[in-house]
Structure formats: structure tokens, C-alpha cells
């Protein structure tokens, strides 16, 4: 079981680079890259609405639960 992050699919989606997404969230570049990569423990929710906001989509379209996906 695990969350899986979609964040690079949704800045392919909107053609946005992790760093324009940093910038305009004004989240730093390694914690988003923490986020991206889907080693982040765990995800504020003042950050999942900024970063919604930025990205104009909904909470699940950034996080995913698989069932079957093997441990990060």
C-alpha cells in the first residue's frame, strides 16, 4: 500500500517546471523535490492548497493510494 505523488504529472500537464511551481508557490525547490519524488513523510495542507491553486486541480489529482505498490 502507498500514496503516490502525481506532482510531475500534473506540471507535465500544465507544462510548468518545478522551479516556476516553486516560485509561484513559494516553496522551496528541495522540499517540492522531496515532495515530486515521493519521499515526503507527510504534506501540509496550507502547502496541498497552494500548490492546487497554482496547478488549478484538485487534491486527488496530486495524490494517488495504490494498493499494491511496493514501499518507497
Known amino acids: 500500500m502507498a500514496i503516490i505523488v502525481n506532482l510531475d504529472v500534473m506540471l507535465a ?11 509561484i508557490v513559494e516553496i522551496s525547490l528541495p522540499n517540492l523535490s522531496v515532495l515530486k519524488t515521493g519521499k ?7 502547502t496541498m492548497e497552494a500548490l492546487c491553486e497554482a496547478l488549478s486541480c ?3 489529482d496530486l495524490l494517488e493510494y495504490v494498493a499494491d505498490a511496493p514501499p518507497n
Open 58 to 60: 484538485q487534491p486527488g
Open 40 to 46: 515526503a513523510r507527510a504534506i501540509r495542507f496550507s
Open 13 to 23: 500537464r500544465r507544462k510548468m517546471s518545478l522551479t516556476e511551481l516553486s516560485e
